[in-house]
C-alpha cells in the first residue's frame, strides 16, 4: 500500500533563511512524487514533481526537492523564505498509476 | 474555462438531507478526481473517474455517497441522509493522466448541521 509521512505540522523560518518541508514515502515499484502547495481559501496548486532522471527536482516559485531513493524521501527545499511562502504544503506520492496518497501537510510559517 | 471550478463553495444542509456538488474540469482532461479534505488532514481520495467510467470508487465511505460523470466532463458527487461526520471540504481535481499533475478547484465546503 503507497503512503505518506510528513512528519512536522509546522516549520517556522526566519525571512531569507533556508527552509526544509520533510516528506517520506512508502510505495511498491517507482514513484511518482508531487509537492503541493495550498493558500488560505484556495485549491491546491502544483509545485513541482519527480517522475525519473535528475534527483533534484526545480519547480514554481524557486521551490526545489531532492529525490532520495535509499532513505525513501522526497524534501521540499527553497534557498532564501519569502514571507509569502507562509502556506500549508502537501506531498503526495503515486506508484505510476492515477491514484495520488496525499500526506497530511505541513504548515510553514516564514517570520519577517 | 481556465480552471477547475466547483459549485457551490459553500453548502449548509441538514441531517438528513440530499446534497450534490459540482465538477467542472479543465477542458479535455479525461482523468478527474474527487477527494475529501478534513481540518488538518490532507486530501482523501475518494473516487476516480477516467472518461465517463469511474475507474476506482474505493474511497468512497459508503452507499451513502456516489458520483457521476455521464458526459466525461462535468461530474456530480451525491450524498443521500447526509449525517454531520461528512461535513469536510470536498475537493475535486483533473489531469491528464496517471502520473501527470493534477489540477484542483477550490473545492466545497459542506457543513452538515
Same mark, same amino acid.
Given at each position: 500500500a503507497q503512503s505518506v509521512a510528513q512528519p512536522e505540522d509546522q516549520v517556522n523560518v526566519a525571512e531569507g533563511n533556508p527552509l526544509t518541508v520533510k516528506c517520506t514515502y512508502s510505495v511498491s515499484g517507482n514513484p511518482y512524487l508531487f509537492w503541493y502547495v495550498q493558500y488560505p481559501n484556495r485549491g491546491l496548486q502544483f509545485l513541482l514533481k519527480y517522475i525519473?532522471?535528475?534527483?533534484l527536482v526545480k519547480g514554481s516559485y524557486g521551490f526545489e526537492a531532492e529525490f532520495n531513493k535509499s532513505q525513501t524521501s522526497f524534501h521540499l527545499k527553497k534557498p532564501s523564505a519569502l514571507v509569502s511562502d507562509s502556506a500549508l504544503y502537501f506531498c503526495a506520492v503515486s506508484g505510476g498509476t492515477y491514484k495520488y496518497i496525499f500526506g497530511t501537510g505541513t504548515r510553514l510559517k516564514v517570520l519577517a | 474555462g481556465a480552471g477547475v471550478s466547483q459549485t457551490p463553495s459553500n453548502k449548509v444542509t441538514e441531517k438528513g438531507k440530499y446534497v450534490e456538488l459540482r465538477c467542472d474540469p479543465i477542458s479535455g482532461h479525461t482523468a478527474l478526481y474527487w477527494y475529501r479534505q478534513s481540518l488538518g488532514q490532507g486530501p482523501e481520495f475518494l473516487i476516480y473517474f477516467q #472518461? /465517463? #467510467? =469511474? =475507474? !476506482? $470508487?474505493?474511497?468512497?465511505?459508503? !452507499?451513502r455517497f456516489f458520483a457521476v460523470r455521464p458526459e466525461g466532463s462535468v461530474s456530480t458527487l451525491k450524498i443521500q441522509r /447526509?449525517?454531520?461526520? $461528512?461535513s469536510a471540504m470536498y475537493l475535486c481535481a483533473s489531469g491528464e493522466g496517471a502520473g501527470e499533475k493534477l489540477f484542483f478547484g477550490s473545492g466545497t465546503q459542506l457543513s452538515v448541521l
Open positions: 525519473t532522471g535528475d534527483n | #472518461g /465517463t #467510467g =469511474a =475507474a !476506482d $470508487d474505493s474511497g468512497l465511505p459508503n !452507499d /447526509t449525517e454531520r461526520g $461528512d
